[in-house]
């Protein structure tokens, strides 16, 4: 019996030499209580070691997921406000044309006599208004005018010059 102990000290000596094998090998062990380590892990997934070590992983983990959480919702927060802003002048424009449009189709027409007073007093605001819009812009394009035919006097002038000092030279050129 002293003989099958000795044999058995030698397997279990060849199995902890052997504790880290590669995936597929096989162990030769005929008693499987022999075995002393029977643990499996795989490289891309290590398991922590400790509770402690476990709570930090995860700790990493989560910091990370809340920075890119941050991250998306503040790119969507931009790209809400883009949108927004754009609704916004689309609204805008959308009331300045249909406003516009009040004008053009009351300047065809007379006002109903259903109209309520207010609204009359709108329209009749509205037309005083583009009124004075149109007088300044008469008496712009009248200054631009005159400002224009100054300048176009000016030029008469300095071509009349250039005209006379072109024949004063001419003679004298040809004796």
Same mark, same amino acid.
């Given at each position: ?6 044999? *058995? ?9 052997? /504790? ?8 030769? =062990?005929?008693?499987?209580? @022999?075995?002393?380590?029977?643990? $499996? &892990? !795989? ?7 400790? +509770? &402690?070590?476990?709570?930090? =992983? ?6 990370? &997921? ?18 927004? /802003? ?8 959308? #009331?300045? !044309?249909?406003? #516009?449009? #009040? ?7 007379? +006002? %109903? ?5 207010? #609204?009359? %007093?709108?329209? *009749?605001?509205?037309? =005083?208004?583009? %009124?004075? !819009? ?5 008496? *712009?394009? /009248? ?5 224009? %035919? ?8 300095? $071509? @009349?010059? =250039? ?6 030279? /001419? ?5």
């Amino acid at each position: 019996m002293a003989r099958k102990y000795i044999e *058995r000290n030698d397997r279990l000596q060849d199995s902890v030499d052997q /504790s880290k094998r590669s995936a597929g090998e096989k162990i030769d =062990v005929q008693d499987a209580t @022999d075995v002393q380590s029977r643990s $499996i &892990t !795989f490289a891309k997934y290590q398991r922590p070691r400790t +509770p &402690t070590e476990a709570t930090q =992983v995860m700790a990493k983990e989560l910091t990370s &997921t809340v920075q890119d959480t941050g991250q998306y919702i503040e790119e969507v927060k931009t790209h809400m406000g883009k949108q927004m /802003s754009t609704i916004n002048k689309i609204k805008a424009q959308k #009331e300045e !044309f249909d406003r #516009e449009l #009040e004008l053009l189709q009351f300047g065809n027409q007379t +006002p %109903k006599a259903d109209s309520h007073v207010d #609204e009359m %007093k709108k329209i *009749r605001g509205e037309l =005083v208004e583009k %009124k004075r !819009f149109e007088e300044a812009n008469l008496e *712009r394009l /009248s200054n631009h005018i005159m400002i224009t %035919k100054k300048q176009v006097d000016q030029y008469q002038i300095l $071509i @009349d010059e =250039v005209d006379n000092k072109i024949k004063k030279r /001419s003679p004298r050129s040809q004796n």
